[in-house]
């Protein structure tokens, strides 16, 4: 038998929407997906900024951070990659409750596990964001060197090498880090995410 019947949900004074005429602007989760390399953390980091110099309240989740804490203990199986994303979706939640504007920059492979995510906050309060981008080109960016371990065997379970990315088929905005400059990628994310915050 499940404890998760004894757990009772406390219903405070403060709520969303208060906390979101405090900031003066909505919360809400813009999620960025894409390969290794493609750009996620770049654009998120760029888009932070801008919205920060606007007065908006912001925080970013980011792939490896998360990793070096929160979910220091998964691995990369499937099963690890969608606890992952759970965690993220939960933590993300809770921000986005607290009004805050927030950016998760997560490969996030699977649609189901970005769908996860967005039923956990609402349609209404998330953005995905995809970032195109051939493997040729994140491969030419890969700093780190992890596209050379997994094709030499050393990383299993790589997306876009040993593990497959599914792409998203209705993301609300996408991007070509392949084709388009970082500025302009920015451009066509701003536009969609000035009218989402009103």
Not at 21 to 42: D, M
Request: net charge negative.
């Amino acid at each position: 038998m499940s404890d998760q019947k004894f757990i009772i949900p406390h219903n405070f004074a403060i709520s969303k929407k208060d906390r979101e005429e405090l900031n003066t602007h909505k919360g809400i989760l813009i999620w960025f997906t894409g390969i290794s390399g493609s750009g996620k953390s770049t654009l998120a980091g760029m888009l932070e900024y801008v919205l920060h110099r606007k007065g908006i309240h912001t925080y970013i989740l980011d792939g490896d951070n998360v990793r070096s804490g929160l979910n220091k203990d998964l691995d990369f199986s499937d099963e690890g990659r969608v606890e992952n994303i759970r965690r993220i979706a939960e933590v993300a939640n809770l921000l986005v409750d607290a009004g805050l504007v927030v950016m998760a920059s997560f490969i996030s492979p699977f649609r189901s596990e970005r769908a996860l995510a967005r039923d956990l906050v609402g349609k209404e309060n998330f953005v995905e964001i995809f970032v195109d981008c051939n493997l040729e080109t994140a491969e030419g960016r890969d700093v780190k060197g992890l596209y050379k371990k997994a094709r030499a065997g050393i990383i299993p379970n790589f997306t876009g090498i040993s593990s497959p990315y599914e792409r998203p088929e209705n993301a609300d905005v996408m991007v070509n880090s392949s084709t388009e400059t970082k500025e302009e990628s920015l451009t066509k994310i701003m536009a969609l995410i000035d009218s989402r915050l009103k």
